[in-house]
């Protein structure tokens, strides 16, 4: 129980100068718009004017003299619209010389303007601020818009990659089917080629057996027609001059010859 109300007053005290920071911006932003409605008149709004052009160059690095300065210009200007003297203080000289001389309007006027002098510079460092937060959310916004980007077009060329990946794969797979039905091919006309061969020389060698007779048969009978020639011949010369023997023997004049 102790603890978490520990915690709470904690809390609290966090958002309390939060809360005051707030209210003092909004304050300063107030007192900067009512300083340039000032300047905009046509009066005396050259003293506002030249006020205002060194309001940003002193809240860029704010002491207390130069929150001074500022107060000393506000309350010149202040004066003068109203129509009362504001003491003399010659340049370069410090904030308590220009102060010293002040009645207590005069004073309490620089007072206020003082306090304002920090409300608006509160303002002007919470706008900056305020600016360069949003530069920077918008530049890493684009950049979270860039790198999504790049993701998306990272995740288009991985699903691209895997699907030429996939493509690749089954046309591997296809080579390979095709090998083996080219090797499976290769092999039958293989076993084609050599069952070819194999009656190819068969029938040679059957043919060179019917050959081989058959030229042994022609051998043959070319010997036994030469024989049979030579015999007929024989034959017919031994007819033929038998013949030619009994013709010429036929007469009573050689018949005493045969």
């Not at 109203?82 to 308590?96: D, H, Q, T, Y």
């Not at 089917?177 to 190819?200: A, F, W």
Request: some cysteine; proline content about 2%; hydrophobic content about 45%.
């Amino acid at each position: 129980m102790l603890t978490r109300v520990v915690l709470r007053v904690l809390c609290v005290l966090r958002v309390l100068p939060l809360l005051a920071a707030g209210d003092l911006a909004a304050k300063g932003h107030a007192e900067l718009l009512h300083v340039r409605t000032l300047a905009s008149q046509p009066r005396y709004g050259e003293c506002w004017a030249r006020a205002l052009q060194g309001v940003e160059a002193a809240c860029a690095e704010l002491t207390e003299e130069r929150q001074g300065r500022l107060a000393l210009m506000f309350t010149h200007c202040h004066l003068h619209r109203a129509g009362r003297e504001f003491p003399a203080c010659p340049e370069g000289s410090e904030v308590s010389q220009c102060t010293a001389g002040m009645d207590a309007v005069a004073f309490n006027a620089f007072t206020e303007f003082f306090t304002h002098a920090l409300s608006i510079c509160h303002f002007l460092q919470s706008d900056a601020w305020r600016a360069r937060a949003e530069t920077t959310m918008h530049s890493l916004t684009e950049a979270s818009a860039s790198v999504a980007e790049q993701l998306s077009s990272t995740r288009l060329l991985t699903e691209d990659l895997l699907e030429s990946q996939s493509a690749a794969l089954l046309a591997q797979e296809q080579i390979l089917r095709n090998g083996e039905e080219l090797q499976h091919t290769l092999r039958e006309s293989t076993q084609g080629v050599r069952e070819l061969y194999s009656q190819v020389t068969d029938s040679s060698r059957e043919q060179q057996v019917v050959l081989s007779e058959l030229f042994n048969r022609i051998s043959f009978l070319q010997s036994f027609l030469l024989l049979e020639a030579h015999t007929l011949t024989s034959a017919l010369y031994n007819a033929a001059a038998l013949c030619t023997a009994f013709l010429l023997t036929c007469t009573a004049r050689t018949a005493p010859a045969r």
